[in-house]
């Protein structure tokens, strides 16, 4: 009887060191098998249980990330510069590609769900900020506050070039980059406001110069109705222009008495 629980005792302990040494690889990952001897194998593991008594596996997240580069200082065409830029980098990782170019670079960096993501220092240090340098450089701050998408593709197509160069199995798949802020040298800052001003005040000159030109049209078209009245009204009754309009100068000047008297007022004309 002793014998059969020592036994299971001993299955047990050796279930729970086997289960100890495993390393789960998650799904959306991929794991990269480092050797008892440090060497690296450049070939993935697909997700699931490994045995890692001997050599260890280091589960890489390959999904959609996000990543922040802050405080950038880039100058623009006319060498004045741009202040505290901020920019966001949305991309994933080719799992194929992942385990060469950890092979290559050694960078890794740890996220808080327990998984490892590689390359990340690279971009946020180096390519995002030189991206950004030459995106800038190519136009001047009026340009790329205008067109601030624009500005974004740039700066990723140029990631995009800068990682192809430096690495010929790029991992990085960059889906989209954008720029929610950045500020104007105060002086160019002066300069924008003016300007801003300037336009809003034009605009209204120019909303003011097409409401009087509607006016003028109003009383044009106003003028050409009472003529055709006029006109109209001197052929039917035979009675020449100028007739009918003394006529229509006693009649409202007979409506006028009236109305503030009460009374029923005559009014000759002579």
Known sequence: MKAKQTGKTLLAVAALAILSGCTRIPTGSIGVQQHFDGTIDSASVSP??????????????????????????????????????????????????VAAFYV?????????????????????????????????????????????GDYAET????????????????????????????????????????????????????????VVEQKQMLLQEQATVSANALAQAAHATGLSVEQVIAWERVAALKALAGSKTGATVMVLDK
């Open 155 to 210: 700066i990723r197509q140029v990631s995009v070039n800068r990682l192809n160069q430096l690495y010929p199995d790029n991992p990085f798949i960059i889906q989209s980059v954008t720029v929610p802020n950045f500020e104007l040298p105060e002086s160019i800052q002066r300069q924008v406001n003016a300007k801003a001003g300037y336009l809003a005040e034009l605009q209204t000159i120019e909303a003011q110069k097409q």
């Open 48 to 97: 699931g249980m490994y045995l890692s008594l001997v050599d260890s596996y280091l589960p890489i997240d390959t999904t959609m990330t996000r990543a922040g580069v802050h405080n950038l200082q880039p100058k623009d065409a006319n060498g004045v510069p741009l202040k505290n830029v901020h920019v966001v980098i949305t991309f994933r990782l080719d799992p194929s590609k």
């Open 104 to 148: 290559k670079t050694k960078e890794l960096d740890p996220e808080p769900n327990g998984l490892y993501i590689t390359g990340l220092k690279i971009l946020q240090e180096s390519v995002i900020p030189y991206a950004v340098q030459l995106a800038t450089e190519k136009s001047d701050l009026a340009t790329i506050s205008a067109h601030l």
